[in-house]
């Protein structure tokens, strides 16, 4: 490991992104493995094309002003009693709302973003040819997450908000990062995970029938790109040696922590509260003491949806958590609990409904039976 990689299957084979003589290799072009082949053929079954409506229309209408598009529970900071009685005092919640969720459609944007570079640059590291179709195809997918949200941003508000301070250098941090654990626990599992969570979450609870249909889309695509990194683990984690996997481990714990803690702090928010005429600075104060809670926290992770447990669950099924780190972990959720659920995770269920409607129109005389392949 004397690049730090952790390489442990040819699979995952990398080489350094400048170097592309390497791709020249004669060796190489008979040496492409099968592993992912199942998850690239599985492309045509969940095409789906954001421009065209007959897939998702986006001129469908939502009254912004006076709908909101979350219920209050789902909306933190309605939990502070300052803040929820002034919004209904002078009739702004349900615009109020709508701004909280344009600030989540904005991460989820800047996260799908982050993930159509990432794949990009897989592309100009992975040697082994089947990874690297694999991550040319989860580009193209990722290219159109992009676009749909934007679109969904703009029809909804106009314009998104900027991306959080903390997702956005973790974002940056595995993009640039020259390792491929790196980059595949970074974006495959924990970002993956993060937007699985989220769009469950959102196509759970979300009002409006165009933002469900959105997420359920989106999700057909982030079921294969988490199976990716569950193959890089189901390969590379049993080989490692205990040093290796402590670093692995580490930092998986350091993205989650780092996520835990920032991703939602409403600090960023700041001018928001003072545009609907609430005091910033108490807001915040009294937003802390929600969050400094450890039971109040952990209540919150108890839900199957909550973008946290999501990433516990994935990293726990990854063999990412041993008992060298579970107590970390179990002091947000009850981890045998969570091992009791099994593989499944949340949004399969919603991403292969998704695919039947995309077979139908796909393959209207030939839908053939769902299966989210994992190798």
């Known amino acids: 490991m004397a690049d730090g990689n952790i390489t442990k299957d040819i699979l995952y084979d990398a080489v350094a992104p400048d170097d592309f003589e390497s791709m020249l290799e004669l060796d190489r072009y008979n040496a492409r493995s099968t ?18 409506p007959k897939y998702i229309d986006f001129s469908e209408p939502w009254d912004m002003e006076n709908e909101p598009l979350m219920p209050d529970d789902q909306i933190m900071v309605l939990g502070i009693p ?12 349900a615009r109020f709302i709508n701004e909280m969720v344009l600030w989540q459609f904005s991460s989820i944007l ?4 982050g993930a159509l570079n990432l794949s990009a640059s897989l592309c100009h590291v992975l040697k082994d040819q089947g990874a690297q179709e694999y991550a040319a195809n989860q580009t193209r997918e990722e290219a159109r997450h992009v676009t749909a949200f934007a679109r969904y941003i703009k029809a909804r508000w106009g314009r998104p908000r900027p991306c959080g301070a903390m997702l956005q250098q973790l974002l940056v941090d595995i993009i640039a990062a ?7 626990i970074g974006m495959q599992m924990l970002v993956e995970g993060l937007a699985m969570g989220a769009f469950a979450t959102g196509f759970r609870f979300n009002r409006d029938p165009l933002a469900r249909k959105l997420f359920q889309l989106v999700m057909t695509d982030e079921a294969f790109h988490h199976k990716f990194g569950k193959i890089w683990a ?3 984690i049993p080989k490692m040696t205990q040093e290796e996997r402590d670093i692995v481990e580490d930092w998986a714990a350091h993205c989650f922590q780092a996520l835990l803690f ?16 609430l005091d910033p600075e108490r807001v915040l104060a009294e937003f802390r003491e929600i969050i400094q809670s450890d039971e109040a926290r952990r209540e919150r992770l108890k839900t199957q949806s909550n973008i946290f447990r999501v990433l516990i669950k994935t990293l726990l ?3 990412l958590i041993t008992d060298r780190t579970k107590a970390f972990y179990g002091a947000y959720v009850d981890m045998d609990e969570l091992k009791g659920e099994g593989d499944k995770m949340v949004g399969d269920d919603i991403a292969e409904e998704g695919i039947k409607y995309l077979q139908e129109i796909n393959f209207r005389d030939r839908a053939k039976p769902v299966s989210i392949a994992a190798e």
């Open 82 to 93: 300052y803040v929820r009685d002034h919004l209904e005092k002078t009739g702004q919640k």
């Open 234 to 236: 189901d390969r590379t």
């Open 110 to 113: 800047h996260g799908e973003q």
């Open 317 to 319: 099924n990854a063999g």
């Open 35 to 52: 592993a992912f082949d199942k998850i690239i053929s599985a492309t045509h079954d969940h095409f789906w094309d954001p421009l065209d």
């Open 262 to 277: 920032n991703l939602g702090n409403p600090q960023q928010q700041a001018q928001v509260f003072i545009d609907f005429g």
């Open 178 to 184: 020259p390792e491929v654990y790196k980059k595949i």
